[in-house]
């Protein structure tokens, strides 16, 4: 490594050697490129294969939110989810700690363990139903069709670019556009 690189390229190893070491290629190339146009010899180009905090593997990139919103559609609290992961594993620590009377999701949030512990609440469970349910449970159509304010929440949510294409390379950078994006949704 260079005492002082004049830039900077982050990523996994996985990554490079998945692609046969086409990123650790890249930076060569760039370096000699620009010391033939700069003339810089001392040019040097960083190269950080174990940075997680900056290079981080797909997997592991915050790719998903899950919120809880209350019944005007503001948001309650978030949770971030690579993409690689069901939704269900988010609900736990979604709902830890928060009363509510009712919870209205759709077909990702049917699973068993997640009724039973609204059962336990005492909320009402407004879940659409996957169709290989071995006991379907009857939910409440009219309510259901409140689901559009989460709906509605994200289509606001997404309206900020940066959000949108998830530029931020850390969960706490995204988790902090996404607060910030909240409070001048709810401030609208």
Do not use: C
Not at 7 to 24: K, N, V
């Amino acid at each position: 490594m260079a005492t002082n690189p004049h830039a900077f390229l982050s990523y996994t190893r996985l990554d490079d050697e998945a692609h046969y070491g086409a990123i650790t290629k890249l930076r060569k190339q760039l370096e000699l490129r620009v010391r033939v146009v700069t003339g810089n010899r001392e040019f040097t180009i960083f190269q950080d294969i174990e940075g997680i905090e900056f290079g981080q593997h797909w997997q592991s990139r915050p790719d998903e939110a899950l919120a809880l919103t209350d019944a005007l559609g503001n948001l309650v609290r978030f949770v971030l989810l690579p993409g690689n992961r069901y939704d269900t594993v988010g609900v736990e620590p979604l709902i830890q700690d928060i009363e509510f009377e009712g919870l209205i999701a759709d077909t990702a949030f049917d699973a068993d363990w997640i009724i039973g512990e609204l059962n336990e609440r005492g909320a009402k469970i407004v879940i659409s139903q996957r169709p290989n349910r071995r006991a379907p449970l009857a939910i409440d159509r009219e309510i259901y069709k409140w689901r559009h304010l989460i709906e509605n929440f994200f289509g606001r949510l997404k309206e900020f670019k940066r959000i949108a294409m998830r530029s931020d390379k850390t969960n706490e950078s995204f988790a902090g556009i996404i607060h910030l994006a909240a409070a001048v949704i709810g401030s609208r």
